[in-house]
């Protein structure tokens, strides 16, 4: 008689699915690039938080970043545009389904070099999706130049230094319109976590610049987007805790040093005092903060602006929620009274 034990049984989440259905193909990118750890806490994310992977539309433009949605919710759909032509996509497709979840993976050269003016306009148009910026200070893929995002000073492998001021992603997101805007770093497990989880059921924008080392063009000394320079300079705001709106636990926390945001399906934010008090609701302080710090060659993550109250792009349009592709015809066919009072209006 065998005396061995029965498996474990599978974990599984709300929906009864188990991670495999969040995973995705196997990574090609080099080993230890900061954009695989990134993938991974996606797959975590929407796991754990039982979102189905099918609701979900993945948009990327060209690059070592805009590979990765190859790698996570394989289920779900997914469109990989021309380079730096995510946003234009997204928005169509956010409009036409307002029921999806939009995820953009991009890169610092997809977003801040020739995809700018398509992301300056998803920013003032704030429309509802995530928007992840996986940023290595260089094009990875077309062999380590210098992007836009890179700190004037710093140096590329071969010595070259870089003579023009850095394009601030996130200060552009909080300028231009986005409602959620945060810096993390790719080796930060449990603060990029809080802020995808938030990012997930925020019903707006969210930029999500995370510092993602290229450990093969850009992580020696001189560079300020290597692993080394992160775990030096990263200054992290505040302790951030994602508190699904599922999860009826209360622990008891002391309001002097925890603050709690609640976001729009109920779930909340809970940010914990590190050595100085922070309202991500106020713009000119998140702008003046990663301004600061940047002065002092310092890197502040977290989240650093949050506006629930804004409307998303649809709800400006008062588009309807069902899927435009599903609207039966009487839906949207105007009746033959309408037509003629057009017409009659044109007179
Ligand atoms: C229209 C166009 N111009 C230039 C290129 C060449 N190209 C491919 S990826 C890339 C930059 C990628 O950099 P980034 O977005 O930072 O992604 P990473 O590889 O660093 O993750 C460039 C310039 C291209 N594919 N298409
Ligand atoms: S070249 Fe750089 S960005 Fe591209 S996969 Fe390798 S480490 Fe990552
Ligand atoms: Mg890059």
Request: glycine share 10%; proline share 5%.
């Amino acid at each position: 008689m065998s005396t061995a034990a029965a498996p474990p049984p599978k974990k599984v989440n709300r929906l009864g699915l188990e991670v495999v259905s969040y995973r995705g193909g196997r990574t090609t990118l080099c080993a230890g690039c900061g954009h695989n750890p990134v993938s991974e806490r996606l797959i975590e994310c929407f796991f754990e938080m039982g979102v189905p992977p099918w609701q979900v539309a993945k948009f990327s433009g060209i690059g070592c970043s805009s590979k990765s949605p190859a790698y996570f919710l394989g289920l779900a759909h997914g469109f990989n545009a021309v380079h730096g032509r995510a946003p234009s996509v997204a928005t169509g497709a956010m409009l036409a389904n307002r029921r999806l979840i939009g995820l953009t993976v991009s890169g610092d050269g997809d977003t801040a070099s020739i995809g700018i003016g398509q992301f300056i306009h998803l920013l003032r148009r704030n429309v509802r999706q995530i928007y992840i910026i996986e940023d290595n200070g260089v094009y990875g893929l077309t062999k380590g130049q210098f992007s836009a995002t890179a700190e004037v000073g710093s140096t590329l492998k071969t010595g070259v230094v870089n003579d023009l001021p850095p394009i601030d992603c996130c200060v552009e997101a909080i300028q231009l319109g986005a409602t959620l805007v945060a810096r993390s770093f790719s080796g930060d497990k449990r603060q990029l976590q809080a802020i995808l989880k938030a990012a997930i059921v925020h019903q707006g924008l969210s930029v999500i610049d995370v510092i993602s080392p290229c450990v093969t063009f850009n992580d020696h000394e001189g560079s300020t987007k290597s692993y080394s320079y992160m775990k030096a300079h990263d200054q992290p705001l505040l302790e951030l805790d994602f508190v699904p709106a599922y999860e009826e636990i209360s622990v008891d926390f002391d309001p002097g040093q925890v603050r709690e945001v609640t976001l729009h399906d109920g779930s909340r934010l809970r940010l914990r005092k590190l050595e100085r008090d922070y309202d991500p609701g106020d713009k000119m302080r998140a702008l003046g903060t990663i301004h600061e710090a940047a002065t002092r060659g310092e890197v502040v993550t977290g989240v650093l602006y949050l506006d629930t109250s804004r409307k998303h792009f649809a709800e400006l349009l008062n588009l309807v929620d069902e899927p435009l592709a599903t609207l039966g015809e009487s839906r949207v066919r105007p009746p033959r009274e309408v037509l003629d009072q057009v017409m009659e209006e044109l007179r």
